[in-house]
């Protein structure tokens, strides 16, 4: 029997309620059994030294994640060696298995209007559905700036409230302005106890 498996790709630093938000109103409006959330590794679009270290942002993944039977969390990225590509993600994710047909990637609208510049993009519609999460207020104009190709493989979920973002719950936590009720409880221990996003000057998503 066929398994829908949504991959939900980001950074996660750190994972927020929208991102949990995102992943639960995807899951139900494709029928998908199960989202695997995939912080990546080494981003080759970020510097590496701005972001918190991959185990951490993995940890909180983890933490924000647990005790929900439809989601999980894959290390894929966190371990490899070399920069996270998400086309070699979705081939390790078919290598194991899963049919293509059966396999949506998940990230949201403004780190898709890139995905122009992405390793191997071209082969990205060939090996899964493209689903974006959309902020209120997103423009229509940005989605049909996307390569033909993509929009030809492309589901966009509207989700109404994601207006959180990681950028924020940063400067909040440097400015010690409190992010109770923005992250999951044990993400915001976890943030606290390792005192995450302190001193750091707060880069943009
Ligand atoms: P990002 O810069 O962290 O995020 C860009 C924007 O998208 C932010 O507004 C972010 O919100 C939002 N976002 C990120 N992940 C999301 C998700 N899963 N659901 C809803 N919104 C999300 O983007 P990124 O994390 O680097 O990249 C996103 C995905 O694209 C990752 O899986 C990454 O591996 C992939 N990607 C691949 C390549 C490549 O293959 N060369 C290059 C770039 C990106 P928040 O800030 O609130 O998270």
Redesign the pocket.
Known sequence: MSCKVGI??????PI?Y??LL?AEECRRSLKLDRIVF?P?GN????DAGRLTSAEDRYAMTLLATAGVPEFSVSRT?VDRARP????DTLKEFIERGIDSRDLYF??????LL?IA???DYMQIPSLCTIVT?TRPGYSLAEVESLPVEIRGKLKLVEIPQFA????EIRSRARESRGIRFLVPRLVESYIESCGLYRDVEVPQ?
Request: glycine letters at 10%; charged letters at 15%; hydrophobic letters at 30%.
């Open positions: 939900m790709g980001g950074t996660f630093d927020h929208g991102h995102a995939i990546t981003p080759p679009h970020k990225e996270s590509h998400t086309v998940i990230t949201g609208l403004d780190a890139s510049t992405w390793k999460a959180i973002s990681s950028t998503s």
